[in-house]
């Protein structure tokens, strides 16, 4: 019963882990200030590597964070339900940050070319804000709007967008898919009065 009741205790503060996903990106950002030309000979394998661990990694601690969640009996439905969406927005947000980071390491502007017609001087201040154009594309691109103004300029680009694309999906239909789970289980274990 002690241990049961430590695991519960020590879940409660998984979600603050959930940055340490963006470590890897770190050390790789380092990598580049420190050894350009290395980083620059190995980066569309460490591209390759960055789309294969954020599938994996989230996908695991997604659905071991859901799993612990949704099995905790020491809170009450609608409690479980705030925790499951607050774990929902932050890997949201870890994910969209992710991406932002990856395209901002291995060059925006090399991975992307900016496709609308605005005038010289948008452009220059545009270019100056490369972590901001990195956050948009990346935003765009997981909530699936893709307004077609940034496009992918290689097969690595595209894997990347069309990889967030998908965890995007793919987290929006299990969102809504638990709701819709949890709302009906509350209806048949406390049924209407009527």
Do not use: C
Request: hydrophobic fraction near 60%; aromatic fraction near 14%.
């Amino acid at each position: 019963m002690r241990l049961k009741l430590h695991r519960q205790a020590n879940l409660t503060y998984a979600p603050l882990l959930l940055p340490l996903i963006l470590l890897p990106l770190a050390g790789e950002w380092l990598w580049k200030s420190s050894f350009l030309v290395n980083f620059e000979q190995n980066k569309e394998i460490l591209l390759v590597f960055n789309i294969i661990y954020i599938v994996v990694i989230r996908l695991f601690l997604l659905d071991a964070m859901l799993f612990f969640f949704t099995r905790s009996t020491r809170f009450a439905l609608h409690v479980t339900l705030i925790r499951i969406v607050g774990l929902y927005l932050e890997i949201t947000l870890v994910t969209i940050l992710f991406f932002a980071l990856l395209f901002y390491v291995f060059g925006v502007f090399e991975l992307f070319k900016y496709n609308a017609d605005i005038e010289v001087m948008q452009l220059a201040i545009i270019k100056k804000h490369e972590f901001l154009s990195a956050f948009y594309i990346s935003t765009v691109s997981f909530t699936t709007l893709g307004l077609g103004d940034w496009v992918p300029q290689s097969l690595n680009a595209m894997m990347a967008i069309s990889v967030e694309v998908i965890l995007g999906v793919v987290q929006a239909a299990v969102f809504m898919a638990i709701i819709i789970y949890a709302l009906q289980n509350k209806e048949i274990v406390a049924p209407r009065q009527g």
